[in-house]
């Protein structure tokens, strides 16, 4: 189905406000309504850029719901603009379900790109970038999670996860126990004030550690397999 109103789907920042694009300001001020994955988060975001505009709220609870909500907007003619709590919407968020179901119903949003962690991370951490796989958030069970490493073990290319900071170590020893000393880098708070690279094996980032617990939010990228670079499977 053809809708009247416009679908776009807005990235916003991961950190620092100033990465917002002037696309991003101009549709989000143009827009009818604007859904959010977390209302008040997004509030304080357009209040930054004095943007004043109906909030809606979309995020995992209520996704059924609230897509026929979003449909009945466009079909009433709304420009609608989605956005979730940072970065890319879609991008492990429940922006993806938006998409998805949008798709279904007919419609293609419109794209209004900006920042992402798992880009900004690969593109500052000096490891492959003309491959690479992006594996989303790790399984939570150490079995899960252990048992993803060892599929992945023999890929060429760099691998990258989104961590929780309660995990950090717990991943880091799983890493130290099945890729033993490949390069590791975490990429913490990208784009904030206490953005940093930390790099080295697993084994000396988890030294980094002891006795202090891992803060913010994380990026995790991996070395791809040597061998499998040396056997020319990159
Ligand atoms: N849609 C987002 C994007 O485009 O990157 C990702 C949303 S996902 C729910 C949130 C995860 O992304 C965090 O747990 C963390 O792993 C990563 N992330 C988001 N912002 C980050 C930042 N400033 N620094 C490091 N990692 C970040």
Request: hydrophobic fraction near 35%; proline fraction near 6%.
């Amino acid at each position: 189905m053809k809708y009247p109103g416009k679908l776009y789907l807005v990235s916003t920042p991961i950190g620092n406000l100033e990465d917002i694009t002037l696309r991003a300001i101009r549709i989000l001020r143009e827009v009818d309504i604007i859904f959010a994955e977390d209302t008040r988060y997004t509030g304080q975001l357009l209040y930054h850029f004095q943007i004043k505009k109906p909030l809606q709220s979309y995020h995992d609870h209520n996704e059924r719901r609230q897509t026929q909500t979003l449909l009945q907007c466009l079909e009433q003619g709304k420009n609608v603009a989605l956005v979730t709590d940072s970065g890319t919407p879609g991008i492990c968020d429940p922006g993806f379900k938006a998409v998805r179901a949008f798709l279904e119903h007919g419609g293609q949003p419109e794209m209004v790109p900006g920042p992402c962690a798992l880009v900004t991370a690969l593109a500052g951490s000096g490891l492959a970038t003309n491959a690479f796989y992006f594996g989303g958030f790790l399984p939570n069970k150490s079995g899960a999670r252990d048992k993803r490493f060892q599929e992945l073990a023999g890929r060429p290319e760099t691998l990258i996860f989104y961590e929780s900071p309660y995990r950090v170590v717990k991943t880091l020893e799983a890493l130290k126990k099945i890729y033993g000393d490949r390069r590791v880098i975490l990429a913490r708070e990208l784009t904030k004030k206490f953005e940093e690279f930390l790099r080295g094996t697993p084994e000396e980032l988890i030294a980094h550690f002891k006795g202090r617990s891992p803060k913010g939010e994380f990026v995790i990228l991996i070395e791809g397999s040597r061998e499998a670079v040396r056997n020319g499977k990159e």
